[in-house]
């Protein structure tokens, strides 16, 4: 495959001009290396502030905002060839090169609070005193008072796991009537896989789960509950009487550093564009998004109003957690209404920025489009892990701009050399960025209308590659330019033309069947990747 040109990020003096799909015309800002909060409040979180923190870039929002620079021809001419070339031919790895800036020196004023431990004094996290868990990826995971879930599950279970080795780890605790509780470990940071353990042998009973429904209290509609002032989040199991059989006790925490993968995105001039996020359950979009409403609000100064509709960015009860900053929430009464709360916040409350977790129907999709067409910008979360899967799913297609059948004339068909019908995009994307989620230190990013485009040609993308990898201690964010098609791993060897075909032939319904169809390239009229990927090796 080809070695594209990669961009170490280092947080520092000087910019490096990137490969940006999504915002081309800002140079890349640093992007931190080496983070280490101070956590120490009442609360047991507390986002760093300028004097809190060690090794943070500083944010350009402010800045950008009253002064926006024009467009760089050379930054315009960039992304214009990358829109119109196809993937660059092979290069030697000796020749990759890497950009780096030096980091700056760690500020030496620093406030203290009353409440402040000796590791808060210094600025650096202590996981000793069980406040915070530095990660391999240089990201500060934030304990959001796990004592506090423990408290729901049964006696015998909850002594096990307050002295568990691997408490810091705890993702979920699962409570099924007749079978044993089980402990669910999050696995390393490059595996979705996740570590099971059973908490004791006698099975749950119903003794158990009433205790624990009691200690929860009420149920919404969508089966979920929470801790009031946590991020925790407990979900049940019905039977067809509607009587709780199951339990899901799932761990909240608020994650601070992730934003260090788009730091450049958010504090770029063109940071009004929407992002939308996808991801496998639990890979930690929701955490994400928090931490860009704290960062947008509070740092960037912007009007942030977050559309929360299980409390799950903002935390059980009627005051938001502190992991969101000055955002404002809005509750949803009924995940039904999620689309109607989305419009209501726009015209009610004048934000800048609306973010909104898991979009998953047609109208939550025509909301999302309305909310952009009035200026405002989006972020906000789907289940998926590909683009493509946003492309085949006719509920959430006009997030990406739609896609419909067009027959062509017969000139016209002749002239592109295809046959008269083929898939086009039907109009702008709602969300012009889009992120794939693959772990917590890969990101692929796309320029969501020249990827549509790419895609239901037949044709292999250009994507940024996001990741985040760690040098002499410290983490540093390398982004790379690189030809879609290279992950084949992610998307179980099916190339972009196969996906191509698999939608022109579904176009109207069952895209997610069409996957399995194998047709003769002389049948779809697409032009064959096997050729091209031959002549750019």
């Known amino acids: 495959m080809p070695v594209a040109r990669a961009l170490v990020l280092k947080n520092g003096r000087g910019h490096a001009n990137v490969p940006r799909a999504c915002c081309p015309s800002k140079p ?250 996808l991801g496998r359950p639990g890979v930690g979009k929701t955490t994400v998004i928090r931490e860009i409403a704290r960062v947008l609000a509070d740092e960037c100064g912007k009007r942030v109003v977050v559309v929360d509709t299980s409390n799950e960015i903002g935390g059980d009860g009627d005051i938001p957690h502190p992991a969101i900053g000055r955002a404002r929430r809005m509750q949803v009464p009924e995940p039904g209404m999620q689309h109607r709360v989305m419009i209501e916040a726009v015209e009610n409350h004048m934000p800048q920025v609306v973010i909104v977790d898991e979009i998953g129907t ?19 979360t789907a289940h998926g892990r590909l683009l493509e899967n946003v492309v085949k799913n006719p509920s959430l297609s006009d997030l990406i701009g739609g896609v419909h059948t067009v027959t062509l004339s017969d000139e016209e068909a002749r002239n592109r050399g295809t046959q008269k019908s083929v898939l086009e995009r039907k109009g702008p994307a709602t969300f012009p960025c889009l992120i794939e989620m693959r772990d917590r230190t890969h990101w692929v990013e796309h320029d969501v209308e020249m990827s549509v485009d790419f895609i239901l040609q037949g044709r292999v993308p250009t994507a940024n590659d996001r990741r985040r990898v760690m040098r002499d201690g410290t983490a540093e964010v390398v982004i790379r330019a690189v030809p879609y098609s290279e992950d084949e791993e992610e998307r179980g060897g099916d190339s972009m033309d196969k996906v191509a075909e698999s939608l022109l032939s579904g176009a109207g319904s069952g895209w997610e069947d069409d996957l399995t169809r194998r047709g003769g390239r002389d049948n779809v009229g697409l032009p064959s990747m096997a050729s091209s990927s031959s002549s750019s090796s």
């Open 28 to 277: 890349m800002m640093g992007v931190a290396t080496g983070t280490r909060h101070r956590l120490a409040t009442s609360h047991g979180f507390h986002a760093p502030s300028h004097h809190q923190t060690k090794g943070l870039v500083r944010n350009a929002c402010r800045a950008s905002s009253s002064s926006s620079p024009s467009p760089s021809p050379s930054s315009s001419s960039q992304v214009e060839a990358q829109n119109n070339a196809t993937p660059a031919p092979p290069t030697d790895e000796a020749n990759e090169e890497e950009t780096t800036t030096n980091p700056p020196a760690p500020s030496s004023s620093s406030s203290t609070s009353p409440s402040s431990s000796s590791s808060s004094t210094s600025g650096e996290c202590n996981p000793a005193d069980g406040t915070c868990v530095e990660e391999l990826d240089g990201a500060v995971r934030v304990h959001d008072d796990l004592d506090s879930l423990l408290q729901v599950l049964p006696a015998d279970v909850r002594d096990k796991l307050l002295t568990h080795p691997e408490r810091a780890n705890l993702l979920e605790v699962v409570l099924d009537l007749g079978r044993q509780p089980e402990a669910r470990f999050q696995g390393s940071l490059t595996e979705a896989r996740t570590t099971v353990e059973v908490l004791r042998q006698r099975p749950v009973d119903w003794e158990d789960l009433q205790s624990a429904e009691e200690a929860v209290g009420q149920f919404g509609g969508d089966n979920r509950a929470g801790i009031e002032g946590t991020l925790h989040r407990i979900s049940a199991l019905r039977n067809r009487r509607g009587v709780i059989v199951g339990l899901t006790c799932r761990v909240g925490r608020a994650v601070t550093g992730h934003i260090d993968m788009i730091r450049d995105m958010i504090d770029s001039t063109e940071s009004s564009r929407s992002i939308l996020f």
């Open 362 to 380: 047609e109208a939550e999709a025509l909301a999302c489009r309305t909310i952009a067409e009035r200026g405002v910008m989006l972020v906000g």
